[in-house]
């Protein structure tokens, strides 16, 4: 049985334009290829591009979250941290995460 995998990337200054940046597409190409080569089946993309990494207030994130809950997702992978987090002050968010991870039962995953 193959797991599935949510692929998130964040980029926190939107630079205006309509498509993807280059860091987005280089993100998505990148844990793309991690996911297929370690057999995962892509659940979805989720894309905060312009959002700050310094809270967890980011639309994308959220939803994520929510397919975590509904047992869409077994496995996060981020590529790097410093895409995830941007701030010492997240500490204690990222405990909470690390929280939450245990209860629902997903492995966040950073891809380096």
């Known amino acids: ?13 939107d630079d205006g334009e309509s498509q993807e940046s280059q860091s987005i ?3 998505k190409k990148y844990l793309s290829d991690y996911a297929k080569k370690n057999g995962y089946l892509i659940r979805g993309f989720y894309i905060d ?5 310094t809270n967890f207030n ?9 397919d975590i ?8 992978f981020i590529q790097e941290n410093f895409y995830y987090l941007c701030d010492v002050e997240d500490v204690e968010s990222s405990q909470d995460l690390d929280d939450y ?10 891809v380096v």
């Open 101 to 110: 991870e245990a209860e629902e039962g997903f492995t966040l995953k950073f």
């Open 58 to 66: 980011r639309p994308e994130f959220n939803r994520m979250l929510n």
């Open 49 to 53: 591009d312009g959002f700050s990494g």
């Open 25 to 27: 597409q280089s993100q």
């Open 1 to 13: 049985m193959s797991l599935h995998a949510a692929l998130y990337c964040r980029l926190s200054i």
């Open 69 to 76: 809950e509904k047992g869409l997702i077994e496995d996060i």
